[in-house]
């Protein structure tokens, strides 16, 4: 079996800003809601048996108070903010298995599933479907991979390696440096990607990279600038690559059978009708049978 896991929070966020908007009779925006749900369906209908949705029930976490700039809720339409419920409900009541997550976010929830999936021997493949950078560090050969459904552009080990400069072990190394404009910390000052991948494909972590410039054998352009930085900001690097290096639980899937789609729930047409989607419904029945 191949098992699809998806991030349920950036489908959120790319329907809402990629569709026109809908509001039910009752004034509720539904749109982002059901672009999400009609995306799960397209990937249901193209023989996906097996799949799970992690969202961000609660947008801020625990790396709230280790970076008092990481991403939060703040500034975020209300419209936008009050559809996470609804998709968390939708996608229950369509019989597929969600993870609203509070305490950690979303991604965590992908890296714990991925590590679960990927221990079970019945398992082919693990496709992470999201473009976020961060989840590049979960990315095992061939057998975990990073799909961006967006661009229809599939990473394995060697495609991280080839976009990144480094493998998937460093890249909270490599976010660290540079930073994460996403997730709101900003890395290091003067260090770019060039740098960054240089550096840390000799070294590996930001842990093993000496103080001294001159012990870097590497091509890398200002290497006394770069290196007094990291020497005076290591704490700070060390809490960027904190904050980019996600939390593996592996208590949140007990195995990947749990993620099988067996069709939806008799819950599920109503909540359609409510998000003048009943098209929707119907199709989702056909595509069980």
Known sequence: ??????????????????????RTAEGAEVAATRGVLWSMLRLLEQGVTHLGVATDHVI????????????????LDPQLLGQFGLLEVALEAMGVVVWPMVEVEADDALASAAAVAADDPAVEQV????????????????????????????????GVTAKFGVGPASIPDY?????DSAD???????????????????????????????EW?????????????????????????DLATLRVDRSL?????????????????????RIDAGSLATQAERVAD
């Open 184 to 214: 709101g910390y900003p890395g290091l000052p003067g260090w770019g990607a060039k740098s960054a991948a240089a550096v840390l494909a000799r070294y590996g972590t930001i842990e093993q990279v000496p103080d001294v410039p001159g």
């Open 127 to 158: 496709v992470i479907c999201t473009p976020d950078k961060d989840l590049g560090q979960c990315v095992r050969g061939g057998r975990v991979v990073q799909l961006d459904r967006r661009r229809r552009v599939v990473y394995d080990e060697a």
């Open 1 to 22: 079996m191949r098992v699809f896991l998806v991030d349920g929070t950036y489908e959120l966020f790319r329907h809402y800003y990629g569709v026109p908007p809908h």
């Open 253 to 273: 899937l007990g195995g990947a059978g749990e993620l099988r789609w067996t069709g939806p729930t008799p819950l599920f047409a109503e909540v359609c009708r």
């Open 217 to 241: 054998a590497v091509a890398v352009r200002n290497r006394p600038a770069l290196a007094a930085t990291l020497r005076g900001l290591r704490p700070q690097a060390m809490l960027f690559k």
């Open 175 to 179: 976010l660290a440096l540079v930073g």
């Open 60 to 75: 801020e976490s625990f790396r709230n108070d280790l970076w008092p700039g990481y991403k939060s809720s703040a500034g």
